[in-house]
Structure formats: C-alpha cells, structure tokens
C-alpha cells in the first residue's frame, strides 16, 4: 500500500498515521512492507469510517510497540449517499446537519476519552484504550480521528435480531451502575460540560426538524406497507401506526425529553447517549463462529456522550436492543438490581445514598420512552426484521 494512498475515501493518509503514531509511541519505526488496512464490518458506522491497522514495523525497538490499533474517521458518507431530500431546503439541511453531526459529536467523543484515560481507576467503566484523539482543523471536514486498542479478536458484537438475555442486560446495567457512581461522586467532569460533552439526538432533532421528519415517517410508512395487517386493531377499523404518528407528531413538537430533569428533580450523570447492541462488544467464545459468552469486554461510539439523565441509556438499550416480552417482564428486576449495584458502587465511595428512587427512575424512563419512539427508528426496524423472520418461509417478503 502507498504510504500516501487515502484511507477510504477519507483526508488521513498512511503517511500521515506513520508521523502521529512515531510521535504518540516515542519511536523511530517506520511502517514495513506488509502494513496494511483492513475495514472493520460493513456499512455498520453511520457517523465514522473504522479500520483496522494492522502493522509491519520496522526498526530497533518495533517489538514493544502495538501489532494493531483500530482507527475512527468521522464521516458521514454513508448516510450522505442513502438519505434522500425532496426539496432543496431539505437538501440543505441535510447538509447542515451532516456537519452539525461531525463537529458535535466528534468533540463529545474526544472529551470523553480523554476524561476515561485520566479518571479510568475512578470511572471503572469498560472502555478501549484511547491512545490519541485529533479533534477537526479547520483545513479539511474529515481530519479528526481517534486511535484505539485492538480487541477485535477478542470480542465481537451479539446479533441485533436475537435481542439481549436478561443475563447480558444486568451486565450492561452494572456497567451503567460504575458510570453513574462516577458522575455523582466526581464532579470535575461537569466542566465545560455544556460544551464538550453536548452531543444529543434531542439537539439534532431540534435543530433539523425537517429531516427527523422525514426519516421517522418513512421507517412507519415501510410498517405500513409490508406489515400494515399486524397493527389493525377494533377489528380492522384502526391502525396502530396511526396512533404512532400521532404519537410522533406530538414528541416532535413539545421535545418534553428536556423537562424529565426539572420536573423530576433528578441530578444529572454521564450518559452514553447511544448505547444499543452494536455499541457493545462481548468477549468471544473460543473457537466458535461468532457466539459470545454475556461478559463485555468494552462499550464504545461515546459520540453522544453528555450531561443526561439516568434513564436515557436504560431507554434506549431495551427499546432498540430486547425483545419486547424481555423488555416488559424484566424491566422492574433491572430497574432494582441497577439501583442496588449503584449503591453498593457508591458506598465504596463512602457515599451512602442515592440522589433518586427506583420509582423515579422508572417514571423517567415511561417519559424518556415516549420521547425516543420519535428519535429512534432503530427499534421500529428491528420490530419489522423480526416480523419478517418469523414469518413461514412460503410468505414473500
């Protein structure tokens, strides 16, 4: 590969990571002939090109340094080539928003990287390790990236339409426990908070109306039209879809997502911001052809990373990630063992209460869930590939 060659279709060149990574390193090496690149998945980043890096290097001290890292690109790319506007302010907004995106969601990620590696003994979340963060220049839309360790031989994400066990969500659910203990009992990353750590689908959702318009009545309108028997109900003389919408319509226009807090009076945490099951790696079985064991082994994308309320990631990992029956039988369990494993994380802490309730957090996770049936179409489409796979192999889909 030519040292010079652009990594898919980005502005980082081989050349370019040969210079940052002798410096992040503090070494000579150069890249070998064998270095090479490796794109990781397919179309699975909406917001970012990932690759891996897979080394050659060359030179005296090149056995203490990495054999991989994974590089992230923010781009938007992929969603600029498949989201489709029908007039020109739409295509202009889009526009906007994709740069809106880049900007704000690239410096959420950088910031919260760079406050893992400083507070990773008081954190305890599972996180890889972040060995250098560029934020954009102002030369150049795609010059950010981010460098990480290499864990894609060790874990793997669990299929989106086999759903999470509730095995695997008290997993997540004490990961989310270590990362509220910190928010609550370390103060010091609520600095600059409101302008590092800002990326919010709310905020997008707002700024672009038109465009989460657009997206979300389309993902209904597919329901519709190759599922719309499922959803009649008063035998046959309404729609589910339709009260949906009207649901949609609603959220859209009132954004109550940003009362929870004051109304409930609850504090403020670190919040992933997107945590669903392809932001999720679990450690691999051995030998096997993809299968996981329910450990993780790291929760990655923060790029939506921000000052948020408790129940926003639990809202958006079972809305988008479980299947239902799992999602309403289990919902209260978690709700208690979540709770539970938080205190036990603060008293270690010498913290010996919580700021909230378990019945708080369920009324705010009821409010939050009305709020993300209009964010996030991911659970709608999730609901549509799994009427598809249990439908009889004679049924045309």
């Known amino acids: 590969m030519g040292k010079d060659l652009s990594i898919f279709g980005t502005t980082i060149t081989a050349s370019f990571l040969q210079r940052k990574l002798r410096t992040t390193f503090n070494t000579r090496c150069t890249f070998g002939p064998q ?12 917001l970012s090109v990932t690759v891996r890096l897979l080394f050659d290097w060359q030179g005296d001290d090149c056995a ?5 890292l994974v590089l992230k690109i923010p781009s938007t790319e992929i969603l600029a080539k498949n989201i489709r506007c029908t007039t020109p302010e739409e295509t202009q907004e889009q ?4 740069a809106m995106i880049l900007k704000v969601g690239h410096a959420s990620e950088t910031a919260f990287y760079q406050l893992a590696r400083r507070d990773a003994h008081l954190m305890g979340v599972l996180v890889p390790m972040c060995y250098y963060a560029q934020h954009f220049r102002r030369s150049g839309s795609q010059s950010g990236l981010l ?16 759903g999470l066990s509730a095995r695997a969500l008290r997993a997540v659910f004490e990961q989310l426990a270590n990362l509220h203990a910190y928010s609550l009992t370390n103060w010091t990353w609520h600095i600059g908070a409101d302008k590092m750590l800002r990326s919010t689908f709310l905020e997008v959702q707002q700024a672009f109306p038109l465009i989460t318009r657009h997206r979300i009545y389309r993902t209904i309108a597919s329901l519709q039209q190759d599922f719309g028997n499922f959803f009649l109900v008063h035998n046959g003389e309404a729609s589910l879809l339709d009260e949906l919408a009207a649901a949609v319509e609603d959220q859209l226009a009132s954004h109550n997502g940003q009362l929870v807090h004051q109304q409930l009076g609850m504090v403020s945490v670190l919040t992933h911001g997107d ?20 450990e993780i082994i790291a929760l990655i994308d923060w790029q939506n990373a921000h000052a948020g309320n408790v129940a926003e990631d639990f809202v958006r990992l079972l809305g988008s990630s479980v299947d239902p029956e799992v999602r309403r039988g289990e919902l209260d369990h978690l709700l208690e063992y979540y709770h539970e494993c938080l205190l036990a994380k603060l008293r270690e802490r010498n913290v010996h209460g919580i700021p909230y309730t378990v019945e708080q957090i369920k ?16 659970a709608m489409n999730l609901a549509r590939a799994r009427l598809i796979a249990r439908l009889p192999s004679w049924v045309p889909t």
């Open 147 to 162: 460098l990480f360790d290499d864990l894609c031989d060790m874990g793997a994400v669990k299929p989106l339409y086999n």
């Open 275 to 294: 945590l669903w099951t392809n932001n999720i790696l679990w450690r691999k079985v051995p030998d096997s052809d993809g299968e996981t064991f329910d």
């Open 35 to 46: 270095f090479s690149i490796q794109q990781i998945g397919c179309k699975q980043g909406f």
């Open 64 to 68: 203490r340094l990495p054999t991989s």
């Open 95 to 98: 526009h906007d928003r994709l």
């Open 363 to 378: 009324h705010a996770y009821e409010r939050f869930f009305g709020q993300a049936s209009s964010r996030y179409s991911v």
